[in-house]
């Protein structure tokens, strides 16, 4: 029973434009979710996060959203850069005594010049 | 000088046999992790110590066993090793307040044949 969902495997996007990456999660637990991004034959690495207090976080092109009700958040990159090219994992965590992060499947983004 | 450092970065191996991934990292923090990236994308957490005590310990097999000499390294021994342990297992570290952002290492792809 995968609790964080990303639907969409892979996104390409033509360069200086906006890209929107999805993510759907289950458990109305979560308070705090993020993105990491990574690079082939690398670790993830942390991107921008939100707690379940607001809505959207901004960090320069980056941009999150956060739905609760739906259950969905969103990164958006505008505008989008060849160097953005990455797959893009969507992670969650509950607050509690065994704090752990449950990740999504990524999705990778092809940022065409 | 890299943050979070795992070795090897390759590992192929037959079935049966026991093997070790070593982890290391420099940035002081004082909780440790592996992850299981598995054939679907997913990243799973497997274990997790803090101050060199087991605090997550996920549903893995026993033949599974992390151990952690110091606050600093947390290797993973793998008995008897089976064709589905093939995946990529990372490492990641991460200060025990701040569970949510994670240094990851750069991981290690096993093969099992």
């Known amino acids: 029973d995968q609790q964080v969902k990303q639907n969409s495997p892979s996104l390409s996007v033509q360069e200086g434009r906006i890209s929107i990456l999805n993510c759907d999660y289950t458990n109305s637990m979560f308070d705090y979710f993020l993105w990491y991004k990574k690079y082939p034959a690398e670790g993830p690495t942390f991107l921008i996060s939100?707690?379940?207090?607001?809505d959207k976080n901004e960090d320069g092109r980056f941009t999150v959203f956060l739905n609760k009700s739906a259950k969905h958040l969103s990164l958006h990159i505008v505008p989008s850069q060849p160097g953005d090219s990455a797959v893009y994992f969507c992670?969650?965590?509950?607050?509690?005594?065994?704090?752990?992060?449950?990740f999504g499947s990524g999705t990778q983004l092809t940022v065409l010049p | 000088d890299t943050a979070v450092s795992q070795t090897p970065k390759y590992l192929v191996t037959q079935m049966g046999n026991d093997k070790s991934i070593k982890c290391e990292q420099n940035?002081?923090?004082?909780?440790m992790y592996w992850y299981k990236q598995d054939s679907k994308k997913f990243l799973k957490i497997m274990f997790s110590y803090n101050n060199k005590e087991l605090i997550i310990n996920e549903t893995v097999p026993n033949r599974f066993s992390p151990k952690s000499p110091d606050k600093a390294h947390l290797n993973l021994h793998i008995n008897s090793l089976e064709l589905g342990d093939s995946a990529v297992y990372f490492c990641a570290s991460s200060h025990h307040d701040r569970a949510e952002k994670l240094f990851f290492g750069s991981g290690t792809q096993l093969s099992v044949l």
């Open positions: 939100i707690s379940s207090i607001k």
């Open positions: 940035l002081g923090h004082d909780t």
């Open positions: 992670a969650a965590l509950k607050s509690g005594s065994a704090r752990q992060l449950t």
